[in-house]
């Protein structure tokens, strides 16, 4: 729905604005390993976060059929 789509451009533009300044203040000098596990660990956390509304909007659509 349009609520859906605004809340995930909020968040998106949210991380987007924070993003940076943390991996700013966590990279060390030519070293930006931390900040890449900070990604892979954003990554991995959001698909944790979307998997069950991903699963329970497959069985509704699978009910609705």
Known sequence: SGRVVVLGLAVQATGM???PAIAG???EENDYSSV???GMGC????LLFIIPFLIQLSRV?????
């Open 17 to 19: 604005a924070i993003g």
């Open 25 to 27: 203040m966590i990279v």
């Open 36 to 38: 890449e596990m900070l």
């Open 43 to 46: 990554f991995i956390g959001s």
């Open 61 to 65: 659509r699978t009910e609705n059929k």
